[in-house]
């Protein structure tokens, strides 16, 4: 067995001890641990020709394995504060998930300063790539395609939040998050560096992690974390996928920018199908593509509590369950906070990793409150807030 006892902390500048993870890592079940030298054999010593995206927590290569399979490895950046126990308990938690719309985990490597997340190589890259940006324009996102990636994405979000054990909040559920493989069926990725929420929990206080037009109010603003945020951002992502554009376009006339302002306006015109991605030229069910942008609006209520969990979000996408349209209550102009400023999010004790390691708010209802002083904040894009 391999021992990785050092680490180099670029902010502390020398190499300094770490305890030997070695035996926390032969402890997980089901993950393979590669090498660096590996890995860097795999990418071709990581070059540029075989970077396929960029996140947060660092560079995406695509590499090819030992054994012929392809692979997409995140390597974590050095300046990341992600600490290495951080990073085993992750890879702890996601050991054993698996979901047809959840990005599959191979393996990983710790060795020295490297940390790399090895998982499946999916084709067709990002729905931000291809649908929403076009890079990719022999794909053709016809309505059911359409309709199979938001089932697709809703039963993946539906498993983290109500299946897994604890249940997982993703944080960042947005386009460029949902890959799709070799049939257009979608993957939730990322979820590996989500928080976890323990049972009894109903909210915590967390650092904001998210994307600019995805953020739920209560997380932007007070950095309240909840499933809910998810279903905020979810019900987002469906417009986008209804409609094919993105959430803000600035580049737009004014009153075109905010997807989730339009989609309230024209809803109360009674005209949501002027919304329908014109790619489609006609051809899809009218009554399917309106259904799809109500549940966006009831996914994005200002009121955490009226969004609806995502087992009956799948239900409702399904035409199981009836759209209650008396519970969509519009908020505020975005308009009306453009000049806004964030209040300071206070700062957690500690982040939320395990059930057992936690700290979090006292449990009580998804409600909030969103005034602050005299302002009240709707729920739109938040671009003046983040």
């Known amino acids: 067995m391999t021992c990785f006892p050092f ?48 996140g947060g927590f660092g560079a995406v290569y695509k590499g090819r394995l030992k054994d012929g399979t392809l692979g997409a490895l995140k390597v974590l950046s050095a300046e990341s504060r992600q600490g290495v126990k951080e990073f085993l308990t992750e890879i702890q938690v996601i050991s054993d998930i698996e979901h047809d719309n959840l ?35 022999s794909l053709n996102f016809s309505w059911p395609i359409r309709k199979k990636i938001c089932l697709g994405v809703a039963r993946g979000l539906a498993y983290l939040h109500e299946e897994v054990r604890p249940h997982i909040v993703h944080r960042d559920v947005k386009a460029s998050n949902i890959l799709l493989d070799k049939d257009l069926t979608p993957k939730i990725s990322d979820f590996g560096l989500a928080k976890l929420i323990p049972s009894g929990a109903s909210h915590v ?114 035409g199981e369950k009836h759209v209650d349209e008396k519970k969509l209550n519009k908020p505020g102009l975005i308009s009306d906070f453009m000049n806004f400023k964030k209040p300071s999010v206070p700062k957690p004790d500690r982040d939320l990793m395990t059930s057992s390691s936690s700290t979090y708010v006292s449990s009580g209802s998804d409600n909030f409150t969103m005034s602050t002083g005299t302002s009240t904040v709707p729920t739109m894009t938040f671009s003046s807030l983040v």
């Open 7 to 54: 680490l180099f902390s670029r902010k502390e500048g020398p190499i300094r001890q770490y305890e030997d993870f070695s035996q926390e890592l032969s402890n997980i079940n089901g993950i393979k641990i590669y090498s660096y030298k590996e890995l860097r054999a795999a990418t071709n010593d990581f070059s540029a020709s075989n970077k396929i995206g960029e």
């Open 103 to 137: 990005v599959k985990l191979y393996g990983c490597c710790v060795e020295r300063n490297h940390r790399i997340l090895v998982y499946n190589y999916l084709e067709n890259n990002s729905l931000e790539d291809t649908l929403l940006e076009g890079k990719n324009g």
């Open 205 to 318: 206080s967390t650092r904001v992690a998210g994307t600019i037009g995805y953020l739920a109010p209560e997380y932007a603003i007070r950095g309240q974390l909840t499933r809910k945020a998810d279903i905020y951002s979810f019900g987002v992502l469906l417009m986008e996928i209804v409609c094919g554009r993105c959430n803000t376009n600035i580049k737009l006339p004014y009153e075109e920018q905010y997807l989730l302002e339009m989609t309230w306006e024209l809803y109360e015109k009674r005209e949501l199908l002027l919304l329908v991605d014109t790619s489609l030229a006609g051809n899809f069910d009218a009554e399917e593509a309106c259904m799809f942008l109500k549940i966006g609006l009831l996914c994005t209520q200002e009121t955490a509590s009226i969004r609806p969990n995502m087992s009956m979000v799948v239900k409702m996408l399904l």
